[in-house]
C-alpha cells in the first residue's frame, strides 16, 4: 500500500536531535520528500515535524528480526479486529530495511483526554484492544510487549492527514519483539521473555507466550484504569475485577498456561457488560436531568 505524502516542494527542515545519515540519506525518504525532525527512541525510530503535516514516523528495523514481515502478514488479512496501523516496509539491498507509519498518539500521550472517558466508554476502548490480541493470537501471532506505549489511537487532525487511519480506533505498534509461532493458544508451551517494558509475574524468565501478552494487557488495562480514574478516587469494583482476572494469579506454568483468561473469554464477558453500563449511565444521567427540573433554584 502506498502511503500518502507530499509532493510539493519541499526542503529539508533544521532538526532539534542528530538524524542517522542513514535516514538522511535513504533514497525512498528523499524521494518522498520525507525529512525527519524529532526523536521517538533514540538510533532507530524518528518522525517528521508535526508543525507541517503530514507527519510520519520512521523506523529502522533490526536485520535479524520479523518486525516487518509481521507487519506485512498482518496488514493482509481484511478484519475488523485487525488493529495492525497502515504502514510500509521499504526494502534496500544496500541499506536497512525502515518501516513507514502514520504518526499517531499513544496511550501515554492520551492522559489528558481519558480522564473525561465514562465507564462505558473506558470499556469500549478496551474492547478494541482486546479484540485486538484476539485476532493476533488467531493468527499465531504473539506481540510480546503491550503495553502504554505500544498501543496508539488515530485523532481527527491524524486521520485529516492520513486517510488510512480510523479515527479513535486504537492501533498496536512496535512488533520488534513479535514472534509468529508454529502451535496455537492450548498447545503453545513456554519460551524465552524478551526484554520489555512490562515486568515479568514473580521474576519469571519463561512463559507461555499467548498467556504472557494477557498478562501485558492486564497491566495496561490497570494502567489505563489509573489515568481515567486519576482525579475521580479509586476505581469501580468492576474495574478492579477486571484487572485481576486479567493478570491473574501466576503458578510458574513451565508449559501450556491457564492462569489468564482467553482474550475470546475476555472479549465476550466485556460485550455483554458495556453495553449494560452504558444503558446504566444514560437512565442515571436521565434521572439526574428530571430531578434538576424539580429544584428550586436558590437565591
Known sequence: MQLDHDTSEHVEWETSVPIPDLLKTYPELRRRRIWLTDVLKPDYVYHTSVARPPT???????????????????????????????????????????????????????????????LSEFLAIFLQIIEGVEFMHEHRI?????????????????????????EEKMYFIDFETAQRLSAS???????????????????????????????????????????????????????????????????????????????????????ILQPLIRTWEWCSNLVGRVRGVFVSPTI
Open 56 to 118: 510520519y514516523v520512521v523506523k529502522i528495523l533490526r536485520e535479524d528480526g520479523l518486525e516487518g514481515e509481521i507487519y506485512e502478514y498482518l496488514m493482509k488479512i481484511p478484519d475488523k479486529r485487525n488493529h495492525t496501523p497502515p504502514c510500509e516496509v521499504i526494502r534496500d539491498s544496500e541499506r536497512p530495511s525502515i518501516l513507514i507509519m502514520p504518526h499517531m498518539t499513544d496511550m501515554n500521550r492520551l492522559s489528558g483526554y481519558i480522564t473525561n472517558w465514562s
Open 142 to 166: 504473539v506481540h510480546m510487549d503491550i503495553c502504554s506505549g505500544n498501543t496508539a489511537a488515530a485523532c481527527s487532525r491524524e486521520v485529516q492527514e492520513h486517510p488510512h487511519l480510523t
Open 185 to 271: 493458544p492450548g498447545i503453545q508451551g513456554a519460551v524465552s521473555l524478551p526484554e520489555t517494558q512490562v515486568v515479568p509475574p514473580d521474576g519469571m524468565d519463561r512463559m507461555d507466550p499467548y498467556s504472557w501478552d494477557m498478562f501485558c494487557v492486564g497491566k495496561l488495562f490497570e494502567d489505563m484504569a489509573e489515568r481515567v480514574y486519576r482525579w475521580k478516587g479509586s476505581p469501580p469494583w468492576l474495574v478492579k475485577r477486571i484487572t485481576e482476572w486479567l493478570v491473574g494469579k501466576e503458578r510458574g506454568c513451565t508449559g501450556v498456561c491457564r492462569c489468564r483468561p482467553t482474550p475470546r473469554r475476555v472479549r465476550q464477558v466485556v460485550s
